[in-house]
Nanobody
Framework: QVQLVESGGGLVQAGGSLRLSCAAF????????MGWFRQAPGKEREFVAA????????DYADSVKGRFTISRDNAKSTVYLQMNSLKPEDTAVYYC????????????????????WGQGTQVTVSS
């Protein structure tokens, strides 16, 4: 079992940057692929980015590709989401999630594949 705690959200102007962190508490962080999802008011939760257990493989939603970067530090049991060139449409609650996987190189982009979720952190981008 793992508990996930996000931080780093806030209010930023369009074009600005934020760095989200997700700290994992529990055992075997390196056994989890990690993902970031977001949910805007009135919309479904959507995939943002994912990273494999080893950190060697990553993937992004088309809407954030080239602007967001996911990374992880297994020694610190933390996953990050660096968000640059933020747009008002990036406004949402951002959630990190952990997926139990036996493969070091895989990850999922599917909401239902993740086993643990954080409480979310609000990101608001003003125009």
């Amino acid at each position: 079992q793992v508990q996930l705690v996000e931080s780093g959200g806030g209010l930023v102007q369009a074009g600005g940057s934020l760095r989200l962190s997700c700290a994992a508490f529990g055992s075997m962080f390196s056994m989890y692929a990690m993902g970031w999802f977001r949910q805007a008011p009135g919309k479904e939760r959507e995939f943002v980015a994912a990273i494999s257990r080893s950190g060697g493989n990553t993937d992004y939603a088309d809407s954030v590709k080239g602007r967001f970067t996911i990374s992880r530090d297994n020694a610190k049991s933390t996953v990050y989401l660096q968000m640059n060139s933020l747009k008002p449409e990036d406004t949402a609650v951002y959630y990190c999630a952990a997926e139990i996987t036996y493969s070091r190189g895989t990850y999922s982009k599917t909401f239902g594949d993740y086993d643990y979720w954080g409480q979310g952190t609000q990101v608001t981008v003003s125009s």
